[in-house]
């Protein structure tokens, strides 16, 4: 049965590419009716933090993609020494005494790396019990059979035939001197324990995978197929970091910025992946129908904010952020509306239910993120418009004096009328006749002094929303800044 997992170690946040690798493990179980298992790998126990727990669960939790089994790698070292021992007794691990790569008697691969110390590896058993025996500190190490002169090889879903010679691996720690075990060891006997069919991790780990095979193998095991994910990149090249390349790589940043998790799962779906339509915009059910590793691309994905970012929309990729908006358009208005609640109610403003849904229909084409809704629509929200320009007032080919007669008359007219779409349709344009004004000429006085900008949802629609003791509170603020 088809088995994944996804194995982040909580030495920090929830990373884009860790959350990418997650996202692809998923779609993979899902695609094929198989397993979807999370393991923490917390066996470093000096790097873990419980921060960085919670970090990978909220964000985890946040795309909102289920998993079937759960496990905590420092629960099953028991497993671990059992399978380091198994190699053991087998004669292809070797204690080594010494410090870690000390000694003059190392010896280098073609590449100048430490391969092993000969002394170690050669001690006789009896030496190496005796030793042991007497409570003297060892890391156990891999005996490779490099003196067989022959190559590991696996074939990897995505990057094809792999192959490297024996001899330019180094005898590589199982268990450390305290008799942890080592990221490689306690990944393969989890992996192999826990029946894992089909690997699919980042291609910085593509190197590792020769010591994994070599694991495997001498452990009794068969090795599964491996998938290597191109890594994520900034516009530069390099890869994404945290200290470099600050929140943009995490999480988080994405869900407080107001992205939808199905849309952000949408993106990170396309940085490595296509489908063979080479569409863009794919519900979570069409990705899952879709997704294959045969899609995988070899090169790096660059994901593209601007450095340094100078506003809060150059942190994101403008596929992301596309992306985004197609999906909160594709919400039912009241979906979307719900998004929008807890947006509104964090930033301290109290909006009846009905309201909030009229001004998410006003507002739905004019925001990528649910965040935009603040500063996209904070003339419905607030009691007092920010300061803005008087001269915005003034309508196009016109001049104060046009602007004050119109928003007099809009005072005048506008307590006679039903707030209702038709009724100020109807009563606004008499008015802009009457004063031999163009109706756009009428209209932007208005829909600055109500909204404090040019640029706001239609006239009528938003007048209605706002109300009428606003509008007229704030026609006549606007009058007071003309005089």
Known sequence: MLRVRFAPSPTGFLHVGSARTFIFNWLFARRNGGTMILRLDDTDVERNTEASVNSIFEGLRWLALNWDEEYKQSERLNLHREVAQAIFSKDMAYRDFTPAHAGEAEKSGTQGTWLFNPDTRNMSKQESDRRAATGEPFALRFRVPREQN?????????????????????????????????????????????????IIRGQDHLSNTFKHVLIFEAAGFKPPQFAHLP??????????????????????????????????????????????NDREFLPLKELTELFSLEGINRANAVVNFKEPAVTPEDTFDPKALWLNGEHLRALPIEALCDRLVPVVSDAGYCVSPEKLLAITRLLRER??????????????????????????????????????????????????????????????????????LKAGQMFQPIRVAVCGKKNAPPLFETLEVVGKPKTLERIEQAIEKLQ
Request: proline fraction near 6%.
């Open 150 to 198: 022959g190559e590991v090889r696996f074939n990897d879903a995505v990057y094809g035939e792999q192959t490297k010679a024996l001899a330019d691996i180094e005898d590589f720690a199982l268990l450390r001197s305290d008799g942890m075990p080592t990221y490689h060891l306690a990944s393969c006997a989890d992996d192999a324990d826990l029946r894992i069919s089909h």
């Open 367 to 436: 925001i990528r993120l649910l965040n935009e809704v603040l500063a996209v629509g904070d003339f419905f929200f607030v009691d007092q418009l920010p300061p803005y320009d008087p001269g915005e007032l003034i309508p196009q080919k016109g001049d104060k004096e046009m602007a004050l007669r119109a928003l007099t008359r809009a005072r005048e007219v506008l307590p006679t009328l039903e707030f209702k779409h038709d009724s100020l349709d109807h009563g606004l344009r008499a008015a802009a006749q009457e004063l031999g």
């Open 231 to 276: 890594l994520l990149v900034a516009p530069d090249g390099t890869k994404l970091s945290k200290r470099k390349h600050g929140p943009v790589v995490s999480v988080t940043t994405y869900r407080d910025a107001g992205f939808l998790p199905e849309a952000f799962i949408n993106f990170l779906s396309l940085l490595g992946w296509s489908p063979k």
